[in-house]
């Protein structure tokens, strides 16, 4: 079946640009249909969207973090990557990778990796 | 931005209760676009239900959702210890947005 795993470096400097890349495995991210996302969970925190992209391009943004945020897929690859720029301690938290699929009643995270811890600190 | 605000915090219960976590909306949320996940320690959040009332694949009949508008209520008739873990409510009318949670505990 369809996983999703994320992998980047845990620790990123205030100021820097965090990076991580969501591989899909099972299943081909260009064979349409879904769209792939980026959520995050800071520290004590609940779930907080970050953005999306379909395969072939067009995005959306969570407007607090659009001017910081950038989402591509490489379909060759099999893989999806977030870049959030300008980092501070605040970003400090656990990223997932997720698909949002297409139910019968509206569009959901219907499929998530596991989590990567993401620390911002010098 | 439609905010979603789960109440309570947190339940303390016992297996075998009855158990209803709500979630309110700011504003209508389109076609009830709203689902439930759950979240255990350490795990990523499973989904749970969609569409405010319909179950995901795999999910036990226990767990149900109601609701509509700016209301919205999941259940679990009989609290397995399995389902001890923390509900998110999310809602994709507008954009997506999920609420703070509310954690089952012991």
């Known amino acids: 079946q369809v996983q999703l795993q994320e992998s980047g470096p845990g620790l990123v400097k205030p100021s820097q640009t965090l990076s991580l890349t969501c591989f899909v495995s099972?299943?081909?991210?260009?064979?349409?249909?879904?769209?792939w996302g980026w959520i995050r969970q800071r520290p004590g925190k609940g779930l907080e969207w970050i953005g999306y992209?379909?395969?072939?391009?067009?995005?959306d943004y969570n407007p607090s973090l659009k001017s910081r945020a950038f989402i591509s897929v490489d379909a060759s690859r099999n893989q999806f990557s977030l870049k959030l720029s300008s980092v501070t301690a605040a970003d400090t938290g656990v990223f997932y990778c997720?698909?949002?699929?297409?139910?019968?009643?509206?569009?959901?995270?219907?499929?998530w990796g596991r989590g990567t811890l993401v620390t911002v600190s010098s | 931005e439609i905010v979603l605000t789960q109440s309570p915090g947190t339940l303390s219960l016992s297996p075998g209760e009855r158990v209803t976590l709500s979630c309110r909306a700011s504003?209508?949320?389109?076609?009830?676009?709203l689902a439930w996940y759950q979240q255990k320690p350490g795990q990523a959040p499973r989904l749970l239900i969609y569409?405010?009332?319909n179950r995901a694949t795999g999910i036990p009949d226990r767990f149900s959702g109601s609701g509509s508008g700016t209301d919205f209520t999941l259940t679990i008739s009989r609290l397995e210890p399995d389902d001890f873990a923390v509900y998110y409510c999310?809602?994709?009318?507008?954009?997506?947005?999920f609420g703070g949670g509310t954690k089952v505990e012991v």
């Open positions: 997720a698909r949002i699929g297409e139910w019968k009643y509206g569009w959901y995270f219907d499929l």
């Open positions: 099972g299943g081909s991210i260009s064979s349409g249909g879904y769209y």
């Open positions: 992209s379909y395969f072939s391009g067009g995005t």
């Open positions: 504003q209508s949320v389109g076609s009830n676009y």
């Open positions: 569409g405010a009332s």
């Open positions: 999310q809602q994709s009318g507008s954009s997506y947005t």
